[in-house]
């Protein structure tokens, strides 16, 4: 091999590992006051523009799916479905805080996405969505809004606006239904033919059944 094609062969090398090494920079915007209207429902206090030292600076959380469906947050405050809490290139956990600007607009910035070959679960192309609680750590949230729809992450950085197609704005605020019901039974099983006991459970939503075998029938 000549020098000339080895030469050809380390640029060729040089450039595919560039565009397969490239990450993108991606930033939510609302400039109008929609965002810090919604915010305010819940806390008329909230600052703006935010001081970035400002203690109570809420938490918005990344998260990721595969099919075309925001699932909504189970009461443990995790995701549901096919969906999952984004841990992009960076932030590591995919939580940003909010910080509105001086016009009360919100710039939620510092996503950084890798192109779809690679180590993180969310990547170039995956479909993503932001939930904003109302406070900075989840464990004391009660309620979130959520996007209105999947953005899809592109190979070039951008900044969505969230009042836009295809995001469409935020839901109103949703409550975390906490599990707080403990059910206790006192269960009395009879057998009519000795061999198998059956004991049906109804909710509301949901049931189940199951059967067992007693072992102390005579
Ligand atoms: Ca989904």
Redesign the pocket.
């Known amino acids: 091999m000549n020098k000339i094609r080895l030469t050809l062969l380390f640029t060729m090398i040089f450039v595919v590992g560039i565009l397969f090494s490239q990450t993108v920079g991606v930033a939510f915007k609302d400039p109008s006051q929609n965002t810090l209207n919604l915010v305010r429902q819940e806390d008329p206090d909230f600052p703006y523009p935010t001081p970035t030292s400002y203690e109570d600076r809420w938490m918005v959380q990344l998260y990721k799916?595969?099919?075309?469906?925001?699932?909504p947050l189970g009461p443990d405050g995790l995701p549901t479905?096919?969906?999952i809490i984004s841990h992009p290139a960076s932030p590591a956990d995919g939580i940003l805080y909010l910080l509105f600007g001086p016009t009360g607009g919100l710039n939620i910035s510092g996503y950084t996405i890798t192109p779809s070959t690679g180590y993180y679960d969310t990547q170039q192309g995956d479909k993503v969505y932001l939930r904003l609680f109302n406070a900075k750590l989840l464990a004391n949230a009660t309620k979130y809004i959520v996007f209105n729809g999947l953005y899809t992450i592109p190979t070039t950085n951008s900044t969505p606006g969230i009042y836009a197609a295809p995001i469409n704005g935020w839901s109103d605020w949703i409550t975390i239904a906490p599990v707080t019901d403990t059910w206790t039974y006192n269960l009395n099983i009879t057998a009519s033919d000795r061999k198998y006991a059956c004991i049906l459970l109804s909710f509301s939503s949901s049931y189940c059944v199951f059967y067992k075998k007693p072992e102390n029938l005579a």
């Open positions: 799916s595969v099919d075309d469906v925001i699932d479905g096919d969906d």
